[in-house]
C-alpha cells in the first residue's frame, strides 16, 4: 500500500490534460457543372475556407518516448459536395457547397524526437453536427451527409515545456466519403494549426 501511495506523484506526471485552439484550412476542388439539356457549363473553383477549432487533450506517456493523446474537438470545416447523373440520354453535374461543424476524435501515437517536440499520427473520427447555413427549399448540406467520417491526421507539435504553452501543425484527410448513398462525393482535406496549453501543469 505504501508503495502504490508513494508511486502517485511519479504516475500524475505521466499524464497531461489540456486545451487546444487554432483554425482549419479546408482545401476544395475545382468543379465543372454542367446540364447537356440546356447546354450551359460553370466552375465552382478551388476555394481555401478558414474556420475555427478548439477542444481538449490528454496525453499519457506509454513507455519511453512514445505517447497516446485523444483529443475531444470542435472542428468548423467546409464541403463541396459533387453529385452527377444521366437522365433521358442528357447529363448532369451540380455542386452543394456549405459550411460544416463537426465533433472530432483524433487519437495520436506520439514519439519525442527531442525534448518537447512531438511527431504524431493516428487514426480521426468526425461527426457533422451542425450547419449555420439554412437554404430556403431543397436540403440542407447536413442532410446529405452521413452520420460518421473516417479519416487519419499527422501532427507535429512543439511545446515550452517549463510553461506548459505549445504549437502545433497538423494535416487530416478523410478516408471515406462523407455524403450519403446516392447524395454525391466529397473527402474531408484540411490543414490545421494552433496553440496548446497544459492545464494540468497549474494543479
Not at 512514445?66 to 459536395?81: T, W
Amino acid at each position: 500500500m505504501l508503495g502504490i501511495i508513494c508511486s502517485l506523484p511519479c504516475a500524475f506526471a505521466q499524464q497531461e490534460f489540456g486545451l487546444k485552439v487554432g483554425a482549419n484550412l479546408n482545401f476544395n476542388k475545382t468543379y465543372e457543372m454542367y446540364d447537356s439539356f440546356s447546354g450551359r457549363t460553370s466552375t465552382v473553383g478551388p476555394q481555401t475556407v478558414a474556420r475555427f477549432m478548439g477542444g481538449i487533450y490528454g496525453s499519457f506517456k506509454i513507455s519511453g518516448k512514445l505517447y497516446v493523446q485523444p483529443e475531444l474537438l470542435y472542428s468548423q470545416q467546409y464541403h463541396r459536395i459533387e453529385k452527377s447523373g444521366e437522365v433521358d440520354g442528357g447529363y448532369w453535374r451540380s455542386v452543394r457547397s456549405g459550411k460544416v461543424d463537426y465533433l472530432s476524435i483524433p487519437v495520436f501515437l506520439q514519439y519525442e524526437a527531442i525534448e518537447g517536440l512531438k511527431i504524431a499520427a493516428g487514426p480521426l473520427l468526425g461527426f457533422p453536427i451542425y450547419t449555420p447555413e439554412r437554404k430556403d427549399g431543397g436540403l440542407m448540406i447536413l442532410e446529405y451527409m452521413r452520420v460518421m467520417d473516417i479519416g487519419a491526421t499527422a501532427e507535429i507539435g512543439y511545446q515550452i515545456r517549463g510553461v506548459g504553452l505549445g504549437a502545433f501543425v497538423r494535416y487530416s484527410e478523410g478516408l471515406t466519403n462523407v455524403a450519403k448513398k446516392d447524395m454525391g462525393h466529397d473527402k474531408n482535406q484540411f490543414l490545421s494549426f494552433g496553440l496548446s496549453y497544459a492545464v494540468s501543469r497549474l494543479f
